[in-house]
């Protein structure tokens, strides 16, 4: 598998990250276990996580999938696998369980009692890539990179990364961290998929020029263009199957997010142009992500093991100009479904 290098740090990892998210809700422990497994087998090195999961997030399984991984972990070489995890902060009332004591924030302290945490839970004495999940555009960005920096100068941490975040957030911490002197963001992980293009808009500029990697998260938009939920289907078990019925307004506005007709609708067009070329969809959108100069690794996640062979296939695959042409069509005459 290739391997692609996180900004401009020494890290090296697989161009397909295995995301964790589900594991200890969708995903059971034996079916990660499994997961994780044939992720490393196939060359996949590089494992995201953060301090909140499993989602949907709740108190009464906030951090179980970092313990997970952290059992799991510790039954492998640690110095060949590549682990990223978040710190919470501010989530905008996004998800708030409570992931320690006090309300969340991105300072010294709520920082350091958020890396011991997930440094316990992983079983690990550092973290290759620690992110913050969501920005907070309200605090002073030298406290959080501060905060990071001396995680990085204790060895805790090897590099540093945002989530979430837009081009002000992104900039004004790379000029923050030039000013100071301090560690700045090697990656952003942003939604990025055929159904959310909106990062080519600004942001790929920001990252080819700052030389700051994207990971895109969902890039099968929440499992939308798999096609699952085309056609009035609604699979059992499946994320937005719950969200669409969910008493959790902010669950069901996500549905109506990545599932809406129009998601729906530039679907239908997607798979037809994957039909055409005689590639699985999951596939294509897959390589269609990580084939962008500005992406390092594409997160992909799985909820069982028949779900891996498709999102193994786009490993190395690079899609031929006339593939990619359908794919701006379907873009240009559907634009930005997910608003």
Known sequence: MEKRRLGASGIVVSEICMGTMTFGTQADRDSSFRIMDRALEKGIDFFDCAELYPVPPSSELVGLTERWVGE?????????????????????????????????????????????????????DYIDLYQVHWPDHGMRPEDTLGALDELVGEGKVRAIGVSNEDSYGLMKSLWTSEKHGLTRFDTIQNNFSLNNRRFEDELSEVSRREKVSLLPYSPLAGGVLSGKYNEGQRPEGARFTQYMTSTAPRQRAMAERFANQRCLASTARFIAVAEEAGIDPVTMAIAWSKQHDFVASTIAGATNEDQLDVIFDAAGLILEDEVLAGIDEVSREIPYPMG
């Open 72 to 124: 799991w972990l510790s039954t492998k070489p640690r110095d060949s696998i590549i682990i990223g995890t978040k710190v919470a902060g501010a989530a905008h009332g996004w998800f708030n369980p409570p992931v320690r004591n006090d309300k969340a924030a991105l300072d010294r302290n709520h920082i350091r009692k958020a890396v011991e945490g997930s440094l316990e839970r992983l079983k690990t």
